[in-house]
């Protein structure tokens, strides 16, 4: 019997000197990150992961966690996609990975 995967929404604040690029490069590399966006508010980060379990959602978050400099805000499971978005986003996406990140805007 094959579970569904466990997906997450993970936000994250980074320390003021945490340079962006290095982030970026380090999410690249970590597997259960599908997705990551650049966001203005509260937060600097919204990640989506995918895990095969509970478990490996818990030693993501652990990882998160630990990369210095990194503070999770808040994580929300995805309980479902709404239907007919999916597809039109990913027609529409055409984001190159390498592109250097903007600066963050200085908080108000």
Do not use: K
């Not at 990194?70 to 007919?84: D, H, I, K, P, Y």
Request: charged residues 25%; hydrophobic residues 45%; contains cysteine.
């Amino acid at each position: 019997m094959r579970c569904s995967p466990v997906r997450a929404v993970v936000r994250v604040r980074l320390a003021p000197q945490l340079p962006l690029a290095a982030f970026e490069r380090w999410l690249r590399a970590s597997r259960p990150v599908q997705d990551a966006v650049l966001v203005t508010g509260d937060v600097d980060y919204e990640l989506r992961l995918e895990c095969r379990s509970f478990a490996d959602l818990g030693d993501a978050l652990t990882r998160i966690c630990g990369y210095p400099g990194v503070e999770v805000a808040s994580t929300g499971l995805v309980l479902r996609e709404v239907a007919g978005l999916g597809a039109r986003a990913r027609a529409h996406r055409h984001v190159n990975r390498d592109e250097v990140t903007m600066r963050r805007l200085p908080t108000m």
